[in-house]
T-cell receptor, first 108, second 113 residues
Framework: KNEVEQSPQNLTAQEGEFITINCSYS?????LHWLQQHPGGGIVSLFM???GKKKHGRLIATINIQEKHSSLHITASHPRDSAVYIC??????????FGKGTSLLVTP | NAGVTQTPKFQVLKTGQSMTLQCAQD?????MYWYRQDPGMGLRLIYYSASEGTTDKGEVPNGYNVSRLNKREFSLRLESAAPSQTSVYFCASSESPSLDTQYFGPGTRLTVL
């Protein structure tokens, strides 16, 4: 099983700050996913990437395949970004292996 | 497009009772999944269906059964509920296994007393 570790576990930031959440995994993968879970439970996929970098609005995801590491960046953070951010990896099989999530609170 | 829908949203069972969680998607996706989410743990795969007519066990299948009724619907059954099955259950779907974005339902919060 691919072990997925996220850091930090919890993060508090002030509105406007630049935020980085890290994800590392133990075994080579075919793709890495970043998901967002708001209080109340809904889970939304933010990115799926297998190399390089992707950007969507204020969110940027990067992956370094050689180092088995990915980062999710949030620029100009806002209280509505408060959520749990989850990293998941997929190998050639069907299952996603999920990290435990990073709980982010952005205060005004 | 409703996306992925799940029923019920909340359920309380007594130990030994049975129930079926329903999931449906309207995106014409081939693959569907059932996960459970417990405090302090990542999402864990219970069962998946790579395509209509096939189902396979995931990481934590014990105590559960599934049915891929048709391309749209994938149900999860608890035959004899146990307190250890208290969890939040998520259904998800994707166009194909593994290498596509997964779309999640809103979840079912199940408590087994």
């Amino acid at each position: 099983k691919n072990e997925v570790e996220q850091s930090p576990q919890n993060l508090t930031a002030q509105e406007g700050e630049f935020i980085t959440i890290n994800c590392s995994y133990s075994v080579g993968i075919s793709a890495l996913h970043w998901l967002q879970q708001h209080p109340g439970g809904g889970i939304v996929s933010l990115f799926m990437l297998s190399s390089g970098k992707k950007k969507h609005g204020r969110l940027i995801a990067t992956i370094n395949i050689q180092e088995k590491h990915s980062s999710l960046h949030i620029t100009a953070s806002h209280p509505r970004d408060s959520a749990v951010y989850i990293c998941a990896v997929s190998n050639s099989g069907y299952a996603l292996n999920f990290g435990k999530g990073t709980s982010l609170l952005v205060t005004p | 497009n409703a996306g992925v829908t799940q029923t019920p949203k909340f359920q309380v069972l007594k130990t030994g009772q049975s129930m079926t969680l329903q999931c449906a998607q309207d995106m014409n996706h081939n693959s569907m999944y059932w996960y459970r989410q417990d405090p302090g743990m990542g999402l864990r795969l219970i069962y998946y269906s790579a395509s209509e007519g096939t189902t396979d066990k995931g990481e934590v299948p014990n105590g559960y059964n599934v049915s891929r009724l048709n391309k749209r619907e994938f149900s999860l059954r608890l035959e004899s509920a146990a307190p250890s099955q208290t969890s939040v259950y998520f259904c998800a779907s994707s166009e194909s296994p593994s290498l596509d974005t997964q779309y999640f339902g809103p979840g079912t919060r199940l408590t087994v007393l």
